[in-house]
């Protein structure tokens, strides 16, 4: 297990945050005053309708949306005194992010998408370290394969592996299943789930699928751009559930 | 080195970058062509110049006909000046005019440029000769008799004949074949070869008359050389130590009366030199828009590539990749294209000036050698890289707009794309460091000036009409038709290309309508106008004595008017006492220095002139010598009334006062003359007479056959026949042109296929719901067509209103000649260019009607 470059305080702080995005019909209110803390380690579903806000909180915790009000930290840093480049550092260190659709560059092999990160990050051993990522996930005989030539659950598991690949603190799931049926979706869970344990990534899952989110230790329900629901596993349920 | 250092960050986007190329290079197809297209035009027309530049610089000394040369107007040189010359190297004489050669039985005759050569000709390169021989001995008078000839009767009784090798057009025009006798002036030679490389050919034999060379011991014979007859002395030298320079500074210390013209092989082919400095420069800015208007392209490509990629692109975002290395990663892709681009272009480019030498070498009158020229490709490539980089950091820069949350999202809030300060610095220094190249780069600064402030002109021009269409589109109500509704909704939709297709064809269609304009202008000068006003034969050389007996002549031939002026010819050497090779003039006006001038004297102001500034003397005037001068050359040399003007007349110099100034209208040729003398100041010198005769065409032949009877030193020149000549070098230097042109067009038609091409699968998206919808093909074909249609008349429009005005600067302002409107040649470009822009959209139009709704659908 890679240890947790973050020291004290919750992993993520939202405090008040809103998110008021332009539109052509004029400015529309997605999330409004969401206050939430988020442990390391810890395991979160995020469960809401159709337009609540559900990937909209992803996208801000990821600095890739800036908050319009309120204050978000994420590992300790303030994410609202941040510019573009420095964001894309800390996700490049601290965050993991995995898309329903997958999101390889289809001009990478799953190598080369692997350690993307890695070489961005600099490391000197980013091929050697994703070969290992893949294996993790049962792709070693799969390194020079392209995206195009993977299935749906291959590319999925490419794309965790990429998550997981430079140890980050956080990982962020939006809807990991979505694009795949339910015996593909469930192995995909398993490995990801495995990566977490492994890592002891703190991950946050956007899922519309009550049964993966008994696989969280805490649920999180969304209205409106609203948390109307904030609920804690009793110790041992999750994994109770997951059992089931 | 660390991999995070600025060096490991450009290591790793140029690892991006080739990854990326993995995918294909389909969506840059356009950026390939258009940039192979412009910077290949480039490349060729340069080298083409740079050969044949070097041709003449290669063989300067040929072309002169020695290290240096001392012409000398009416006289051979005087005894000492002789004495100097002959003392001062190899020294070669050639004796040159414009003669009349007959056939014996009188049936033809045409004008040639005749030379008279001694036995040192040629002193650098060689004459070459069909069938093969020494020049001498084809030049010499036979012992014995010549073979009886094939026509006419010669001279019997009298010995053998001197021998003329000519060029092969003399004998086509008189019928004759070699071993025939011609007649100059007064004496019968023998055609004994056909020239086939003369390496001193005057570049005025193409237009005035094909060349006879003969000896100089034949000369005195044929009777030419009359006082005042134009006969121009040229004594070429070939210096021991080569110095040119010095030679002619110490014969000007030497002889500084001499009145003769220097030259050195530095000077050769001055006239030849200014045509194709003038074609190549045409040529080149034509290459040059063709360049530009490829721009459009590389934007266009730039940005539709980049809209492929935002996928891509926000994922490394997500992953944590700065701004920076994605926009370096994707500049690397497309300058590595560029770069392939460029290269293949300069390897076409040299290839195609390889492959045009013996097609060139056949209309220079020099000889010219493959070469490769660094320098033009080296520009080219400078070029197109300026180009690529002007046109693609401005879309490159929208990069930094892609949200990286677009992968959360299916749409991308347009509002985010602002051009940051950088790229717009960046695009400004690339853009002026092209135009900085393009002025720089050509030899004509006012027109490389005037090109660039065009083509600025007209990228804001096409820009805001694109922008216009838009907004027009945005806001005007929407028509009840759903095909139209659909058609003006596109044009404004986001991400529509109205704007790059109106600015690429619209200057493209403006290049095609100024060219089918300025040569519709010249054409109608050269091919209707001329004919229609010019006089048929211009005579020269008639002495005093001959006058009364031409008149005569003429007045026999029913319909024929004609006027004569005394004529002689002089050097200007001094303005306001300045030497004319220090004086400050524009470079417009140094040929009316460079050589000599023809003058006259009147007591009236001539025909065909008019008076642009001081008064006209009385007809009786008796006074200080005083010159009428033409207007336009005394603005470009500084001259007012009342300043002075020298020139050299037989190593005389005349100081005259300017009288007046005259605006001279040359495009009738009737008699015209920079210098118009009044009367009392040249009436003594040696002089002939110039007439002009207008006359119908079938007076023509029994014009010149009574004036070649009767005066075999009087040479004709048929307006018609140089007309002729003239039509046909514009009409090479038109196909040249409009080759250069056609680049410029498949350019901007490249422009708007990849436009339809990037928008190919919005397109079938649009066709297959409006299918769904109940639409028939012909409703949405109609819808598309409508796009079209607006896009393509706008584009002709305003291209024809742009294109008409660049024409009418050219022709105007640079050419300086009269403007006429000219509807039709406008009206069938801008028509052509349409239809070809309008089949491009039905094409792509036609394939998305094709496809099937049903795939669309289940994965849209």
Known sequence: MTPSLHSGGPLVLFEDVHLTLASLAGPVNILSGVSLAVEPGETVAVLGPSGSGKSSLLMVMAGLERASRGRVRVAGEDLGGLDEDSLARLRRRRIGIVFQAFHLIPTMTALENVAMPLELAGSRDAFGRAEEGLAAVGLEGRLAHYPGQLSGGEQQRVAIARAFVAGPDLLLADEPTGNLDATTGRLVIDCLFAERARHGTTLILVTHDSSLAERCAREIRLSDGRIVEDRRAAPGEAGARRAR | ?860
């Open chain 2, 1 to 860: 080195m660390s991999a995070d250092s600025p060096l490991g960050r450009v290591r790793l986007a140029l690892r991006l970058a080739r990854r990326e190329l993995r995918g294909g290079v389909a969506g840059f197809r356009v950026l390939l062509f258009c940039l192979f297209l412009g910077v290949g035009a480039i490349a060729a027309i340069g080298s083409l110049d740079r050969t044949a530049e070097g041709g003449i610089t290669a063989d300067a000394k040929a072309i002169l006909g020695g290290d240096a040369e001392a012409r000398l107007l009416y006289r051979p040189a005087d005894a000492a000046a002789a004495r100097f010359l002959a003392a001062s190297g190899r020294l070669s004489r050639v004796v040159a005019l414009r003669a009349m050669a007959r056939r014996q039985d009188g049936k033809a005759q045409s004008l040639i440029e005749l030379k008279a050569v001694d036995a040192t000709y040629p002193l650098y390169g060689k004459v070459t000769l069909s069938p093969g021989m020494p020049l001498a001995a084809a030049l010499a008078r036979h012992p014995q008799p010549d073979p009886p000839p094939h026509a006419g009767k010669g001279r019997e009784g009298v010995g053998g004949l001197y021998g003329a090798v000519v060029e092969g057009a003399v004998l086509d025009r008189l019928g004759l074949k070699l071993g025939d006798r011609i007649e100059i002036g007064g004496e019968a030679f023998v055609l004994r070869a056909r020239i086939e490389r003369e390496p001193d050919q005057s570049f005025g034999g193409l237009i005035f008359g094909p060349s006879v060379i003969i000896s100089d011991k034949a000369l005195a014979g044929t009777g030419l050389i009359a006082p005042g007859a134009l006969v121009a002395y040229k004594y070429r030298l070939r210096l021991p130590q080569g110095d040119a320079a010095g030679w002619i500074a110490t014969a000007r210390a030497r002889f500084p009366e001499a009145g003769w013209q220097l030259r050195t092989a530095a000077d050769a082919a001055p006239a030849l030199r200014r045509l194709l400095a003038r074609v190549a420069l045409y040529l080149r800015l034509v290459g040059l828009t063709a360049l530009l208007v490829g721009g459009v392209g590389i934007a266009n490509a730039v940005r539709s590539h980049l809209a492929q990629q935002t996928p891509t692109i926000a994922a490394l975002k997500c992953l944590g990749a700065e701004n920076r290395l994605i926009l370096g990663a994707y500049l690397a892709q497309v300058l590595a294209l560029a770069a392939a681009a460029i290269a293949a272009a300069l390897a076409c480019g040299a290839f195609l000036t390889w492959a045009a030498l013996p097609f060139l070498d056949r209309l220079l009158p020099i000889p010219l050698a493959p070469a490769f020229y660094p320098g033009a490709l080296a520009e080219a490539a400078l070029l197109g890289l300026l180009t690529t980089l002007a046109f693609a950091l401005w879309p490159l820069a929208g990069i930094r707009g892609v949200p990286a949350a677009a992968l959360f999202r299916d749409t991308v809030d347009p509002a985010r794309r602002q051009v940051p300060l950088w790229a717009a610095a960046a695009t400004a220094a690339a853009a002026l460091g092209l135009a900085a190249l393009v002025v720089l780069g050509t030899g004509d600064r006012r027109a490389a000036l005037y090109f660039v402030a065009g083509l600025a002109a007209a990228f804001v021009l096409f820009a805001a009409a694109g922008r216009l269409v838009v907004a027009a589109a945005r806001h005007l109500p929407r028509p009840r038709r759903p095909a139209l509704r659909l058609a003006i909704a596109n044009l404004s939709r986001p991400g529509a290309p109205t704007v790059g297709v109106v600015t690429s064809l619209g200057i493209g269609l403006s290049v095609l309508i100024a060219i089918a304009l300025i040569e519709g202008n010249i054409a109608r000068v050269v091919e209707e106008r001329l004919p229609r006003e010019a006089p048929a034969y211009f005579f020269i050389d008639i002495q005093p004595s001959q006058l009364a007996g031409f008149e005569e002549i003429v007045r026999r031939i029913p319909g024929a008017r004609w006027r004569e002026v005394p004529m002689l010819r002089a050097r200007i050497t001094r303005l306001n006492g300045v030497p004319a090779s220090e004086a400050k003039v524009a470079p417009g006006v140094r040929w009316a220095l460079d050589s000599d001038r023809g003058l006259t004297y009147a007591a009236r102001l001539p025909h065909g002139s008019t008076l642009a500034a001081g008064k006209w003397w009385p007809p009786d005037y008796k006074g200080p010598p005083l010159v009428s001068f033409a207007a336009d050359l005394a603005h470009g040399m500084g001259l007012k009334i009342g300043d002075t003007i020298s020139v050299n007349l037989l190593g005389r110099e005349i100081t005259a006062r300017v009288a007046n100034l005259r605006h001279i209208e040359w495009a009738r040729l009737g008699i015209n003359f920079v210098l118009v003398f009044a009367p009392g100041t040249l009436e003594p010198a040696p002089q002939t007479h110039l007439a002009v005769v207008y006359l119908p065409a079938a007076g023509e032949a029994r014009l010149v056959r009574e004036v070649g009877a009767h005066f075999p030193n009087v040479s004709a020149i048929g307006v018609r026949e140089a007309l002729a000549a003239v039509a046909r070098v514009l009409a090479t230097i038109g196909i040249a042109v409009r080759l250069a042109a056609l680049v410029t067009v498949i350019a901007g038609t490249l422009v708007l296929g990849g436009a339809v091409a990037a928008g190919h699968r919005r397109r079938v998206y649009d066709a297959v719901v409006l299918k769904v919808l109940g639409a028939t093909r012909g409703a949405v074909a109609r819808a598309f067509l409508f796009e079209q249609a607006i896009l393509g008349l706008l584009v002709a429009a305003v291209a024809s209103l742009f294109g008409s005005f660049a024409g009418w600067v050219v022709v105007t302002r640079l050419m300086e000649a009269d403007w006429v409107f000219l509807p039709a040649p406008l009206a069938m470009t801008a028509a052509l260019a349409t239809l070809l822009a309008l089949s491009f959209g039905f094409v792509g139009t036609w394939a998305a009607l094709g496809a099937k709704p049903a795939p669309y659908l289940r994965n849209g």
